[in-house]
């Protein structure tokens, strides 16, 4: 699977941003996907998953309300809708695949495919 994203960029505080992820070469549907970010300086962070069917989601507390994961199994995308935006979103984005689990995934080992990254930067 590949996944090539787009979106990001640069943008005040308060602000907002849609980040994409488009899959290719194998069956979307079947993975879990999810967005990560990593900040200068600090080890890659979960952001938010959505299962493999796009009913169930999960976010951590510092995007919760803020930050919407979706996923369009017909055109093989994905999104993280951010609004809100605060000086420390700024990071890489990562969007990420993996087999579907039945348990919620936050740890990048068990996501397999990768994007390309994209940067995020929030301006005072």
């Known amino acids: 699977v590949q996944l090539v994203q787009s979106g990001g960029g640069l943008v005040q505080a308060?602000?907002?941003?849609?980040?994409?992820?488009?899959?290719?070469?194998?069956?979307?549907?079947?993975?879990?996907?999810?967005?990560?970010?990593?900040?200068?300086?600090?080890?890659?962070?979960?952001?938010?998953?959505?299962?493999?069917?796009?009913?169930?989601?999960?976010?951590?507390?510092?995007?919760?309300?803020?930050f919407t994961i979706s996923r369009d199994n017909t055109k093989n995308t994905m999104s993280l809708q951010m609004n809100s935006l605060k000086v420390e979103?700024?990071?890489?984005?990562?969007?990420?695949?993996?087999?579907?689990?039945?348990?919620v995934v936050t740890t990048d080992l068990l996501y397999d495919y990768w994007g390309q990254g994209t940067q995020v930067t929030v301006s005072a």
């Open 14 to 66: 308060g602000g907002s941003l849609k980040l994409s992820c488009t899959a290719s070469g194998g069956t979307f549907s079947n993975y879990m996907v999810a967005w990560f970010r990593q900040a200068p300086g600090k080890e890659r962070e979960f952001v938010a998953t959505i299962n493999s069917s796009g009913d169930d989601t999960y976010y951590i507390d510092a995007v919760k309300g803020r």
């Open 89 to 103: 979103d700024t990071a890489v984005y990562y969007c990420a695949a993996g087999p579907q689990t039945k348990m």
